[in-house]
Structures are given as C-alpha cells and as structure tokens.
C-alpha cells in the first residue's frame, strides 16, 4: 500500500513537473514574441516542423515502421489531418498572437478554458444537457475571468481586446487539439500521434511561410530561446505527462493541469515584472477552480455510469 501510494506521489510530481515546463515555455515565448520581433510565421513554421521531425524520429526508435500504420484508416488520417491543421496549428497561432499582444500569464489562464468550450460544444452539437456542476464551473469561470481581465472595473481592461479575442481562440482551438484525435489515440501511441500532428501542423506553416524565406537575424540567446520552447513546450512536458501514467491515475494528473496557468503567473510577476491587482490574483484563482469542479464533476458522472453499467 505504501509503495502504491509513493507511485501516486511521484506520478503527481512527475505531472507538475510537465506543468511547470509548459509554464517555462509560455514566458519564454513571451520574450520571443514581443522583445525579439520574431515574425509569427517563421516562428511557428521553424517550431512545429523541427518538434515534428524529433517527436517522429523518436517514435521510430520506440515503434519502428508502426508509426506508419495510423495513415492505413482513412478515417483516422483525416482525424489526424484535422487534429494537426484546426487543433495544434491553430491552437499555437492564436496563442502566440495571444502572448504578442498581452501576456503569456493571461494568454494561458483564457487557454486554460478549453474544458468549457467542449462542454459547450457538447451541448450545442449533441444536445445534452449540462450537468450541475457545469454550470456551477461555468459561472465561477466566468467571474474569474471578469476579474482578470477588467481587474474588476468594467470600464478598463488590463490587457488589449485584441489579445483577449486571441486568448478566447486558443481556448477553442486548445478544445480542437484535445477532442480532435481521441479517435486516433484510441488506436495508436499518443505521442505517436502528436509526433504525425505537429509534422502536419510544421508543413502547414511551411506552406504559408518557409522557414528559409526570410529568416531573422539569429544570435545565440534567440537560438536557445527557440530551442527551449521546442523542448519545453512540446517534446519534455508531453514525454513527461505520458511517463507520469504509468504511475498515477488519469483523473489525478490531470489535476496538475492548474500547476501551468500559476507557474506563468508567478514567472511573468519575477521576469517581465508583471504587476497583478488582487482581481486579477483571484479572478485567475477562479478560473482555476472553476475548470476544476467541471473536471472533477465529469469524472464522478463516468466513474458512477462505469459502476453501474
């Protein structure tokens, strides 16, 4: 029992940690974005071709030629299309216009709502009716985010309209990037599947803006900069998150998910000198809780129908 326990315990730690890493990677991008006037375009095109190709040639040692056998279902090659152009393409578009035009800290808390938009989703396109607890997350959310971005004064807003739209996007498309390939994942290794996802979003990128067509003067704080947000933002954390697994529940590790919005939080407050209003403070606490009880009430409603049926 104790050894089970301590299992738990490093799986939690070990989910965090992925957090934390995805909370670096937001703070750097924030630096990419607004003090090294990297274009959008080449940005992404050189972050999602490079993570691609590494996540892949990973894959391959681990699976071999079975990284291959998620394109033999065209239904499941076009779930991977959709996943890799309108999940993580988008998803890391809107984000980064998210961060350029406001600040990694709030970027992420709007990003942070995606559990939301698919409960929203859910009820609009299959007409089920929310639970209880949806609407109970849904209103403290939403106070939470009337707090952080007005600071609790509705005549001003502490961060652009333009960044706040942008942040509300990536909290859709990041709803894209989760439900998009769970019919793939079902069948095949997940970091198989956002290996073939980040490729397709790379090519896609690279479509509109080739990586070589002109690239920005490059030094070595701008290279490594880039560099961490490859390692950090995609490769480690997920790398971890998958590991954290084999130790921990589902339902527990996605608890560490409210570990992101307050790691860049407090490393926006020490390194871009963030100045956070007691509104904000709470309204970003609430936001947290607020996807909380909506993913611990979904867990009960399935843990309860699993027992019955």
Known sequence: MQKQSQH?????????LASVMWGI???ILQFISQTAHIPAAWFL????????VIILTISFFVYGTKIFTV??????AFYLFAYGILGLALNLLTFYHSVQLGNSAMATILQYLSPLFIVLGTVVLERQWPLRSDLIA??????????????????????????FLWGLGSGITAAFYVVLPRPVVAEHPPFVVLGWGTLIAGVFFNIQRPLWVG???LNMKLVLAIGAVILLGTILPFGTLLYSLHFAPADVVS?????QPLATLVLSVIFFSLHLTWAEIIGSILVIVGIYVLQRGRRQVEQDTQRFE
Do not use: E, N, W
């Open 215 to 217: 690239a920005p003067a």
């Open 138 to 163: 849904f209103v403290i959310a939403l106070v939470g985010i009337f707090l952080s971005i007005t600071r609790g004064d509705i005549s001003q807003l502490s961060i652009p309209m333009a960044a």
């Open 45 to 52: 095109s050189v972050r999602t071709l490079i993570s691609g």
């Open 71 to 76: 394109f033999k279902d065209r239904r499941q």
């Open 25 to 27: 990677s937001g703070t």
């Open 255 to 259: 608890i560490m998910d409210a570990v």
């Open 8 to 16: 738990v315990v490093k799986g939690i730690i070990l989910a965090a």
